[in-house]
């Protein structure tokens, strides 16, 4: 029997605020444990909570660029259970009426489009951070860091649409590259701020009823999540040939072992018995600031996509790479606006600049060289003052290692020191257009080479190409190739015209 997966992922996003949900105690990762609190944060009694209007607007902010419903009206719950590292045995989140509900996210997977729903977005506070590690009797305790209680976060609810492994990570990296191009989460999963449970379920093909899910919780990196979905899709589906029973249950990821295992039975709702925060009044959002947040949004992913594609004219698969982070993209604009050639600026960043930060895990915004500096370099290569191999082996890597030592100088101190007219001038790296000089280089390559000098004189024309490849080696990549190709035939020809005699 062949089965379906069915697979809904939630979403935790941190949000980029610089308080907490309902206090003023910073949000700034990496302090001193337990240094960010406050009686609210850590629900000390007589202490009350206070709405942060910012994470408001950002929850607005995400609710329309997902084309979700935005609630005028949304209640904050608390959500009870006990766990060491929520200190007031309560969460404060939103369940029976959030700020935004049925969404929907476009995502394309072998070419193929496809809506995925979101059922809702909540605004909600988080939890603290049980230490289980680096302490010396971390054998014997777990320690607790209470400065992450309070920070905002995004629920975002995903509907069981997708269907493989592969769609939920594009799932992902799509509602990850919407809350950056929006500057409402840095979604580094690393560092927590962008967390993703999953529940999935088999059934039989053509089936309609959902079978029994088991929840995956905070899987912390694309890879981790594909390989525990596929990981426990194969389980289940082994269970049920063998006619077991799947229980529903909490279930981690193990990356050393390669397993989901079990953790602990999954909750229902009615096991955190919410009710609404007595301490907070229902939240009311005025129509006249969702219209003013949506006319100051940016331009969207796919938006930005097809305007890449209709008036840079570049091919699907590029635009898609460059719209994939918004610096990027920015960075491809400005390189295309100076240098006149969106072309040549698109196949720049998707080789050599994408190769830098590939093979030093580096996101995009750390990419040393300015843009204004390689639009200079494009512009160089197209006027034909230095070759393409020049520029690619010589010129660029020197202007990138100037600039990435030159740490945090600001951009127009950069400029001067990776100008590639400078580099160019100290390296002698201008392109021999002279004929004459370029004449004494082919004749001594001809004088050098008489086994291919016969070769091509028989007949075998094709030779030319090992022949050029000398006059540039000779040149150091600085020959005009244009010329030098003109130069070698008609020296050859010459030759043949003599009886292969100089």
Same mark, same amino acid.
């Given at each position: 029997m062949k089965y379906e997966t069915v697979i809904g992922l939630e979403i935790h996003a941190q949000l980029l605020t610089k308080t907490k949900l309902f206090c003023r105690c910073s949000t700034e990762f990496g302090q001193t444990p337990n240094s960010l609190t406050c009686p609210v944060c850590l629900g000390l009694p007589g202490s009350l909570p206070v709405i942060n209007r910012e994470a408001v607007r950002m929850a607005i902010k995400l609710a329309l660029a997902l084309e979700a419903r935005i609630n005028l009206k949304s209640i904050f719950?608390?959500?009870?259970?006990?766990?060491?590292?929520?200190?007031?045995?309560?969460q404060i989140t939103q369940y029976h009426l959030p700020i935004a509900e049925n969404g929907r996210? @476009?995502? #394309?997977?072998? =070419?193929?489009?496809?809506?995925? &729903?979101?059922?809702?977005? /909540? @605004?909600? #506070?988080?939890? =603290?951070?049980?230490?289980?590690? &680096?302490?010396?009797?971390? /054998?014997?305790?777990?320690?607790?860091?209470?400065?992450?209680?309070?920070?905002?976060?995004?629920?975002?609810?995903?509907?069981?649409?997708?269907?493989s492994p592969e769609e939920a990570v594009e799932f992902v990296q799509n509602l990850r590259t919407l809350l950056q191009y929006l500057e409402i989460c840095d979604g580094n999963m690393e560092e927590g701020s962008l967390r993703c449970d999953a529940n999935l379920s088999v059934r039989p093909a053509g089936s309609t009823?959902?079978?029994?899910?088991?929840?995956?919780?905070?899987?912390?990196s694309f890879r981790f999540?594909?390989?525990?979905?596929?990981?426990?899709?194969?389980?289940?589906?082994?269970?049920?040939?063998?006619?077991?029973?799947i229980i529903q249950e909490t279930r981690g990821w193990d990356a050393s072992s390669g397993r989901t295992l079990p953790q602990r039975s999954k909750e229902e709702a009615h096991d955190y018995r919410y009710f609404p925060e007595p301490d907070l009044p229902p939240l009311l959002i005025p129509e006249n600031w969702i219209r003013e947040?949506?006319?100051?949004?940016?331009?969207?992913?796919?938006?930005?996509?097809?305007?890449?594609?209709?008036?840079?004219?570049?091919?699907?698969?590029?635009?898609?790479?460059?719209?994939?982070?918004r610096w990027l993209a920015d960075y491809f604009e400005s390189v295309a606006r100076v240098s006149g050639q969106p072309k040549q600026a698109s196949n720049w960043i998707m080789r050599e600049v994408l190769q830098y930060l590939n093979e030093r895990n580096l996101p995009p915004e750390r990419f040393p060289l300015p843009a204004d500096s390689l639009a200079e370099l494009i512009k160089l290569v197209e006027n034909q003052t230095i070759t393409i191999t020049i520029a690619k082996e010589k010129v660029y890597p020197e202007m990138v290692r100037r600039c990435a030592e030159a740490g945090d100088l600001p951009a127009d101190e950069?400029?001067?020191?990776?100008?590639?007219?400078?580099?160019?001038e100290e390296l002698g790296l201008k392109?021999?257009?002279?004929?004459q000089e370029l004449q004494k280089i082919i004749d001594e390559v001809l004088r050098s080479h008489p086994g291919p000098v016969q070769q091509y004189l028989k007949g075998k024309v094709q030779v030319i190409g090992f022949l050029l490849g000398q006059v540039m080696k000779a040149t150091r990549g600085q020959a005009d190739p244009g010329k030098a190709q003109a130069l070698l035939k008609k020296s050859l020809d010459k030759l043949s015209g003599n009886g292969g005699q100089p």
């Open positions: 719950s608390r959500k009870n259970y006990f766990y060491p590292d929520l200190p007031k045995g309560y996210l @476009l995502i #394309e997977v072998n =070419g193929i489009k496809k809506a995925v &729903g979101i059922e809702r977005i /909540n @605004l909600e #506070e988080d939890a =603290g951070k049980s230490l289980h590690e &680096g302490f010396p009797d971390s /054998n014997e305790k777990t320690y607790l860091d209470f400065n992450r209680c309070g920070v905002p976060l995004l629920e975002i609810v995903g509907r069981p649409d997708l269907r009823e959902f079978g029994t899910k088991t929840e995956i919780k905070n899987l912390n999540l594909a390989r525990a979905l596929e990981y426990e899709a194969s389980r289940q589906i082994e269970a049920l040939e063998k006619g077991e029973k947040i949506a006319s100051s949004l940016p331009e969207l992913p796919a938006a930005k996509m097809e305007r890449f594609i209709r008036d840079y004219q570049l091919p699907a698969y590029d635009a898609r790479i460059l719209t994939g982070s950069k400029k001067k020191i990776s100008s590639p007219n400078l580099i160019i392109k021999i257009g002279d004929e």
